[in-house]
């Protein structure tokens, strides 16, 4: 269960676009269309922002899109702005039924 | 209003065991699968366990396997997390959350709680 594989960290000035990868194996990412994105704010508990590769939930921004190619999955922000400053994780379901998640990426919205 | 509220953190010794809850309402807790997750101190997320709507599907990350067992009682829309033999890698926020499904591990944690401290310490 080894962790899947995000950046570090990524940045954008407000209003520009930003993309976060996050690279599994055919085991995880690429096996299943089970990518879910979590956006986290510090001292806070996550969010889901993105939900089976590419579905929102209710009440998330448009601005925000998932998308998978092979064993990577990436989360798009368009339209940058500050609230979107934040930790985001992407997480994937494995073929042992069990969940592994990224290792986390800072965005800053400089 | 759904919401998720866990209780049961705190100060143990290595070797010792704890009793996580986390208490449902705002939802029919018995129809959907539910999860821990955890977070050491500046750390990044580590998904632990889950469990399908009854005790008769769980899994578990091979960190705590053996040693953390995860239960519900849909009677009190109530999960909970014992954990025993704890080592000092145990220290994190746990914190529940409601997935998406009656399965696990498939359609995202839509509904998360604010977390306990549980610190493993000498």
């Known amino acids: 269960q080894s962790a899947l594989t995000q950046p570090a960290s990524v940045s954008g000035s407000p209003g520009q676009s930003i993309t976060i990868s996050c690279t599994g194996t055919?085991?995880?990412?690429?096996?299943?269309?089970?990518v879910s994105w979590y956006q986290q704010h510090p001292g806070k508990a996550p969010k889901l922002m993105i939900y089976?590769?590419?579905k929102r939930p209710s009440g998330v921004s448009n601005r925000f899109s998932g998308s998978k190619s092979g064993n990577t999955a990436s989360l798009t922000i368009s339209g940058l702005q500050a609230e979107d400053e934040a930790d985001y994780y992407c997480?994937?379901?494995?073929?042992?039924?069990?969940?592994?998640f990224g290792g986390g990426t800072k965005l800053t919205v400089l | 209003e759904v919401q998720l509220l866990e209780s049961g953190g705190g100060l143990v010794q290595p070797g010792g065991s704890l009793r996580l809850s986390c208490a449902a309402s705002?939802?029919?807790?018995?129809?959907?699968?539910m999860s821990w997750v955890r977070q050491a101190p500046g750390k990044g997320l580590e998904w632990v366990s889950g469990?399908?709507?009854?005790?008769?599907?769980?899994y578990y990350a091979d960190s705590v396997k053996g040693r953390f067992t995860i239960s519900r009682d849909n009677s009190k829309n109530t999960l909970y997390l014992q954990m025993n033999s704890l080592t000092t890698e145990d220290t994190a926020v746990y914190f529940c959350?409601?997935?998406?499904?009656?399965?696990?591990?498939?359609?995202?944690?839509?509904?998360w709680g604010q977390g306990t401290t549980v610190t493993v310490s000498s």
């Open positions: 959350a409601k997935e998406g499904s009656s399965w696990p591990n498939y359609n995202g944690l839509d509904v």
């Open positions: 705002g939802f029919t807790f018995r129809t959907y699968a």
């Open positions: 469990l399908s709507t009854t005790d008769f599907n769980t």
């Open positions: 055919s085991s995880d990412v690429g096996g299943y269309n089970y």
């Open positions: 089976d590769v590419s």
């Open positions: 997480s994937s379901y494995t073929s042992s039924s069990t969940s592994v």
